[in-house]
């Protein structure tokens, strides 16, 4: 079967994804089962006491495989139609069944998650564990691990350098930070979904504008994996958005980050893949001293709800100055210096505290542009993360030429 036809096979399959999965979110009996199960939280950011049902993520995770169990004959049968069965794509099946079992994993792993709220050194595991048969097919496949050396570097390196190995640590990490920079950037409603609508729809953006160079194939099999993820995600976006009437939970963080992870890697495009999550890098660099124990972290780091103002502004840690390392204060001084920031000394009943913001781009944009409305700020950061997609597009297609040839 052509590539265009599969395609379109594919889009009435991401168009019944979304509307299966917005009826079964819209249901009064789903969201009842997850309150029953005790599968749910309280709004931190409303007025409103209302249970919130929690981790409806699995919900579209569900939805997206029946889908893409679906439609896994399409892209393959067409050697069978045409009794050319001698050159079916073994490798490209493998892939693809490759690719669901990974996203099936991690679906599983977030939800028990969920359930259970294992600790940040278990979530850095789980990745790295549900990303082992895609590496292993990758290697089976014969899979490239050579990278070409960017031009400034030419004198230094030559023109390509084998890896080895250390490719495939790049990719254990990469399925490692698409799904846990997901994770960190959350706290209001709509954002987690709303950020992966964003880079899916980009990346679906860039595998059209590929299909017609000598890597079709791999960006074909991309948007197999995208469409139908971009269906249930929409659909989720529709019920999470302000005022969010379900919570997505961890396991739609680990279902995006790893859906985007598959498709980078198998379609060979991780450096792009990378540009699209700009904001995420910048978001996991600024919130490092806090994730790696360097600034005490709170438990919650989510913008502070104003019950009189009914708007969020920046949420702080306190915490005295003891528990802060020698290297902890020369950070918190940088930053407060550069007024990435806000740190306040001698606070508290005996002011014998240190108050410093949480260190996440969701308070460093309230730093910015003050306290405002939390559907005001969920817009402000999905216009970031578009225009950062923006800035994806001009480094691939212009920028590029000064340090690769194309």
């Given at each position: 079967m052509l590539v265009w036809e599969?395609?379109?096979?594919?889009f009435g399959v991401a168009c019944c994804a979304y509307v299966i999965c917005d009826r079964a979110l819209a249901s009064p009996d789903t969201k009842a089962s997850f309150v029953k199960a005790g599968m749910f939280g309280k709004d931190l950011n409303k007025k409103s006491e209302d249970k919130v049902p929690e981790g409806l993520g699995v919900v579209?995770?569900?939805?997206?495989?029946?889908?893409?169990?679906?439609?896994?004959?399409?892209?393959?049968?067409?050697p069978y139609f045409l009794g050319e069965?001698?050159?079916?794509?073994?490798?490209?099946?493998?892939h693809f069944l490759c690719a669901l079992l990974c996203i099936c994993c991690m679906i599983f792993l977030g939800f028990a998650d969920d359930v259970f709220d294992l600790r940040w050194r278990h979530?850095?595991?789980?990745?790295?564990?549900?990303?082992?048969?895609?590496?292993?097919?990758?290697?089976?496949?014969?899979?490239?691990t050579t990278i070409?050396?960017?031009?400034?570097?030419r004198f230094l390196l030559g023109f390509d350098v084998n890896l080895g190995i250390l490719y495939y640590v790049f990719m254990g990490m990469l399925a490692i930070f698409c799904t846990n920079s997901i994770n960190i950037l959350a706290g209001i409603n709509g954002i987690e979904v709303g950020q992966s609508v964003v880079i899916g729809g980009s990346i679906v953006a860039f595998n059209l504008l590929e299909l017609p160079s000598s890597w079709?194939?791999?960006?074909?099999?991309?948007?197999?994996?995208?469409?139908p993820f971009m269906?249930?995600?929409?659909?989720?976006?529709?019920?999470?958005?302000?005022?969010?009437?379900?919570?997505?939970?961890?396991?739609?963080?680990?279902?995006?980050?790893?859906?985007?992870a598959v498709v980078g890697i198998l379609g060979h495009f991780s450096k792009t893949m990378g540009l699209f999550f700009m904001p995420q890098i910048f978001n996991f660099l600024y919130s490092a001293p806090q994730l790696f124990g360097l600034i005490p972290c709170p438990r919650h780091r989510l913008p502070k709800f104003d019950p009189t103002t009914g708007l969020v502004g920046n949420s702080y840690a306190h915490f005295q100055p003891s528990d802060v390392g020698p290297v902890g204060h020369v950070l918190l001084k940088l930053l407060a210096m550069f007024r990435l920031v806000s740190l306040d000394m001698n606070v508290g009943v005996k002011g014998e505290e240190m108050r410093v913001s949480n260190l996440t781009i969701l308070n460093f944009v309230l730093r910015v542009i003050g306290p405002t409305h939390e559907r005001t700020l969920v817009i402000y950061m999905l216009a970031i993360q578009a225009l950062s997609s923006c800035m994806a597009f001009i480094i691939r297609y212009f920028l590029v030429r000064l340090f690769y040839d194309v």
């Open positions: 599969s395609l379109l096979i594919d579209c995770g569900a939805v997206y495989l029946m889908s893409m169990f679906l439609f896994i004959p399409v892209p393959f049968i067409r069965k001698g050159v079916f794509e073994h490798q490209e099946f493998a979530k850095l595991v789980m990745p790295t564990l549900a990303s082992l048969p895609l590496l292993m097919v990758y290697l089976v496949g014969a899979g490239s070409i050396v960017p031009k400034p570097l079709g194939s791999k960006h074909a099999f991309s948007l197999y994996l995208l469409l269906g249930v995600s929409l659909a989720l976006l529709k019920h999470n958005w302000y005022p969010s009437r379900v919570f997505v939970g961890d396991t739609y963080c680990y279902f995006a980050g790893m859906t985007f």
